[in-house]
T-cell receptor, first 113, second 110 residues
Framework: DVKVTQSSRYLVKRTGEKVFLECVQD?????MFWYRQDPGLGLRLIYF???????EKGDIPEGYSVSREKKERFSLILESASTNQTSMYLC????????????FGDGTRLSIL | SQKIEQNSEALNIQEGKTATLTCNYT??????LQWYRQDPGRGPVFLLL?????KEKRKERLKVTFDTTLKQSLFHITASQPADSATYLC?????????FGTGTSLTVIP
């Protein structure tokens, strides 16, 4: 089974801090994704990557950046955390192109105080 | 941008009945549509994919339909069980973006 592991289940940070969320997948998937999930808004795509060192903006990239130095690892960076970035963050991976199922981690619940 | 609507935020049904969830989309004609299940505190889990040239897809007690004219997919769970209680999400790819609906929370009452 595909395993997508997110480094933390819960994280509390302060406004203005630089925050790193890490995601690792163990199935050699080409594609990796970062979403945030908020009540009433559902899952929204922040960034995705189809290859090492490659990134594409999703629907809501503002305030975020990503890094993919190795195929199995995709990091989401909040450059200067703000309270409106308090959310559940979900990482996913998939093989091939966009018609393939995505495999999700269990999420990081991030609170910015 | 793509908009995906799922019929209701919450749906309660009696055990043994068929649950029907709706997913409507606009602004694009996707080649396929996916359905996921999400349990509290967990990430979504893929259930089914249906392509635009497939009118219907089945997997055990699950059935998905895809009407590209109506821009709608229906997700059915037959002989529902309390263990089917979860949030169900539909999703589609538009260009190189991936969009999820907000989900429908299903509760199956024993």
């Amino acid at each position: 089974d595909v395993k997508v592991t997110q480094s933390s289940r819960y994280l509390v940070k302060r406004t203005g801090e630089k925050v790193f969320l890490e995601c690792v997948q163990d199935m050699d998937h080409e594609n990796m994704f970062w979403y945030r999930q908020d009540p009433g808004l559902g899952l929204r795509l922040i960034y995705f990557s189809y290859d090492v060192k490659m990134k594409e903006k999703g629907d809501i990239p503002e305030g975020y950046s990503v890094s993919r130095e190795k195929k199995e690892r995709f990091s989401l960076i909040l450059e200067s955390a703000s309270t409106n970035q308090t959310s559940m963050y979900l990482c996913a991976s998939s093989t091939g192109y966009s018609n393939q199922p995505q495999h999700f981690g269990d999420g990081t619940r991030l609170s910015i105080l | 941008s793509q908009k995906i609507e799922q019929n209701s935020e919450a749906l309660n049904i009696q055990e043994g009945k068929t649950a029907t969830l709706t997913c409507n989309y606009t602004n694009y004609s996707p080649a396929y549509l996916q359905w996921y299940r999400q349990d509290p505190g967990r990430g979504p889990v893929f259930l089914l994919l249906i392509r635009e040239n497939e009118k219907e897809k089945r997997k055990e007690r699950l059935k998905v339909t895809f009407d590209t004219t109506l821009k709608q997919s229906l997700f059915h769970i037959t002989a529902s069980q309390p263990a089917d209680s979860a949030t169900y999400l539909c999703a589609l790819a538009a260009g190189n973006q991936f969009y999820f609906g907000t989900g429908t929370s299903l509760t199956v009452i024993p």
